[in-house]
Nanobody, 122 residues
């Protein structure tokens, strides 16, 4: 079974930017969707962005317009670039993979990383 490992989180000032990475252990792994979710303190896990097998992208939530998702197939890595970060963006960010279903539905994703903490200071 594929393993997903996130990295790149940390402390960043408000207005700053950050790039998160998600490395997949399996080189031939090509799920229908790859996505980023986040979970803030005391909050439910929410969808941030996804990219399809055909490279279509989808964004939802407060980070829409301040985040871009990308993939490097040669490196077997998924990225989330975030800009103009706000304290409200503070959360654990998770990488996930889906073999089908609605692109922004948490229940569609069966493979998850352990998450990487992003803290935005004011």
């Amino acid at each position: 079974q594929v393993t997903l490992v996130e990295s790149g989180g940390g402390l960043v000032p408000a207005g700053g930017s950050l790039r998160l990475s998600c490395a997949a252990s399996e080189r031939s792994f090509r799920p229908t969707f790859m996505a980023w979710f986040r979970q803030g303190p005391g909050k439910e896990r929410e969808f941030v962005a996804a990219i399809s097998q055909s490279d279509g992208t989808w964004y939802e939530g407060p980070t829409k317009g301040r985040a871009t998702i990308a993939r490097d197939n040669a490196k077997n890595t998924l990225y989330l670039n975030m800009y103009r970060l706000k304290p409200e963006d503070t959360a654990v960010y998770f990488c996930a993979a889906s073999e089908g279903g609605y692109i922004a539905d948490r229940e569609s994703y069966k493979f998850w990383g352990q998450g990487t903490q992003v803290t935005v200071s004011s």
